[in-house]
């Protein structure tokens, strides 16, 4: 079977169409717009391309971005001070912390002290506690966007065995709980799982989130099945994911591309979260 590329970049760009102009009707009734507030500390390369790219977005739906830029060696004490006025600031409705952290700062403690309605990273415990009761409340943006795409490219989830490579707080544990609450049967599986290659072949879906290039062979994908592959993995030759794509994408009914695939998603649900966060702020 030749796979079909479920374009992360043309559904992420009907989503921000989407989001910019709900934004657009906002500034029109003279409200203000949507503020994003992003928080990078240090030098991280791909984190500082990561941030540009969410505040391109911000631009480009309308969403104000307000970057603040920290040096690597700020202490947790400064950071937490940040987040605190940037908490209490009625004028900021969402805030995102660019992970990783550098240095000795503790991503838990930080990320505790984000106000869980401006969560927009939905990484706050009260918002994971939320999701696991599959009550409202802000969603991780990365899993967000898989089940989106899915969702938009018309695959039928309920009753799906779904194989999930990688037990993150930011892509496989939430995203495993999102697609059980969709009726998937899920599996998570991580670097101490035994027989492996048999686990992915029973999959109807694979999600591939381990950050290893080309990790997932065509022999361990069944024919037709999905192949969702969050990895961005920076090698000698350029860009790759966690799939071997060029193999994969025979045996697999739909796959996602890297770049141009998960990636783009992640933003655009990163803008719905900041417009939902503005909207549960003032209404
Ligand atoms: N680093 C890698 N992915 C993410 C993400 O989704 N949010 C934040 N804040 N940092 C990240």
Same mark, same amino acid.
């Given at each position: 079977?030749?796979?079909? =590329?479920?374009?992360?970049?043309?559904?992420?760009?009907?989503?921000?169409?989407?989001?910019?102009?709900?934004?657009?009707?906002?500034?029109?009734?003279?409200?203000?717009?949507?503020?994003?507030?992003?928080?990078?500390?240090?030098?991280?390369?791909?984190?500082?391309?990561?941030?540009?790219?969410?505040?391109?977005?911000? #631009?480009?739906?309308?969403?104000?971005?307000?970057? #603040?830029?920290?040096?690597?060696?700020?202490?947790?004490?400064? !950071?937490?001070?940040?987040?605190?006025?940037?908490?209490?600031?009625?004028?900021?409705?969402?805030?995102?912390?660019? !992970?990783? =952290?550098?240095?000795? =700062? #503790?991503? #838990?403690?930080?990320?505790?002290?984000?106000?869980?309605?401006?969560?927009?990273?939905?990484?706050?415990?009260?918002?994971?506690?939320?999701?696991?009761?599959?009550?409202?409340?802000?969603?991780?943006?990365?899993?967000?966007?898989?089940?989106?795409?899915?969702?938009?490219?018309?695959?039928? !989830?309920?009753?799906?065995?779904?194989?999930? =490579?990688?037990? /993150?707080?930011?892509?496989?544990?939430?995203?495993?709980?999102?697609? !059980?609450?969709?009726?998937?049967?899920?599996?998570?599986?991580? /670097?101490?799982?035994?027989?492996?290659?048999?686990?992915?072949?029973?999959?109807?879906?694979?999600?591939?989130?381990?950050?290893?290039?080309?990790?997932?062979?065509?022999?361990?994908?069944?024919?037709?099945?999905?192949?969702?592959?969050?990895?961005?993995?920076?090698?000698?030759?350029?860009?790759?994911?966690?799939?071997?794509?060029?193999?994969?994408?025979?045996?697999?009914?739909?796959?996602?591309?890297?770049?141009?695939?998960?990636?783009?998603?992640?933003?655009?649900?990163?803008?719905?979260?900041?417009?939902?966060?503005?909207?549960?702020?003032?209404?």
């Amino acid at each position: 079977m030749a796979g079909e =590329l479920i374009s992360g970049k043309a559904i992420s760009k009907a989503i921000r169409g989407e989001v910019k102009e709900e934004v657009a009707k906002i500034v029109a009734s003279g409200k203000r717009a949507p503020v994003l507030a992003v928080v990078l500390a240090g030098k991280d390369p791909a984190s500082e391309i990561y941030v540009n790219n969410k505040k391109k977005a911000c #631009h480009k739906t309308g969403i104000t971005s307000i970057e #603040h830029i920290l040096d690597e060696k700020i202490s947790e004490k400064e !950071l937490i001070t940040l987040i605190d006025k940037l908490n209490n600031d009625p004028d900021i409705d969402g805030i995102l912390v660019q !992970l990783p =952290l550098p240095g000795k =700062l #503790h991503e #838990h403690v930080v990320l505790e002290k984000i106000s869980p309605t401006k969560d927009v990273d939905g990484f706050h415990p009260v918002n994971v506690g939320r999701l696991v009761a599959n009550t409202p409340g802000l969603r991780p943006c990365t899993p967000a966007g898989i089940v989106e795409m899915l969702k938009r490219t018309g695959i039928e !989830l309920s009753g799906k065995k779904v194989i999930i =490579l990688g037990r /993150s707080n930011i892509v496989g544990k939430p995203v495993a709980t999102m697609l !059980l609450h969709e009726s998937c049967t899920v599996t998570i599986c991580h /670097s101490r799982t035994r027989g492996l290659k048999e686990i992915c072949r029973r999959g109807d879906i694979i999600v591939a989130a381990i950050g290893k290039p080309k990790f997932v062979t065509k022999d361990m994908v069944k024919d037709g099945a999905v192949v969702i592959d969050v990895g961005i993995n920076r090698t000698d030759n350029g860009l790759c994911g966690d799939a071997d794509f060029e193999n994969v994408k025979d045996v697999a009914s739909y796959i996602t591309p890297v770049p141009g695939g998960v990636g783009p998603m992640t933003i655009a649900m990163l803008m719905v979260n900041t417009l939902t966060a503005y909207k549960s702020a003032t209404t």
